[in-house]
Nanobody
Framework: QVQLVESGGGLVQAGGSLRLSCTAS????????MGWFRQAPGKEREFVAA????????TYVDSVKGRFTISRDNGKNTVYLQMNNLKPEDTAVYCC?????????????????WGQGTQVTVSS
């Protein structure tokens, strides 16, 4: 069973950047589609971005298009989320997740393994 650990969160001013990392242990990320989700206080978990096991063209929620970039390095067993031009509304706990499906999916319920999350706080 793959175990996921996120890192890279923190406090940043609006307009700033952060890069989140999600590293796997106990298994390889190679076979999995990978997603990033976020949850703000009092809100439901929200899909942010996903990338297929082979790379390819990622998918993003509209609110982060042009600002966030998901990528992966299967050799390092790591998935990244580069976040630029951050806004206060991006403040949330960000979690990565792994999906064994052959299709790239955006529903949280469809992912099989989850990390604990890393806090991102954007000040105005």
């Amino acid at each position: 069973q793959v175990q996921l650990v996120e890192s890279g969160g923190g406090l940043v001013q609006a307009g700033g950047s952060l890069r989140l990392s999600c590293t796997a242990s106990g298994g390889t990320l190679g076979p999995y589609n990978m997603g990033w989700f976020r949850q703000a206080p009092g809100k439901e978990r929200e899909f942010v971005a996903a990338i297929a096991w082979y790379g390819g063209i990622p998918t993003y929620v509209d609110s982060v298009k042009g600002r966030f970039t998901i990528s992966r390095d299967n050799g390092k067993n790591t998935v990244y989320l580069q976040m630029n031009n951050l806004k206060p509304e991006d403040t949330a706990v960000y979690c990565c997740a792994a999906d064994r499906s052959s299709r790239l999916r955006v529903g949280a319920d469809e992912y099989d393994y989850w990390g604990q999350g890393t806090q991102v706080t954007v000040s105005s």
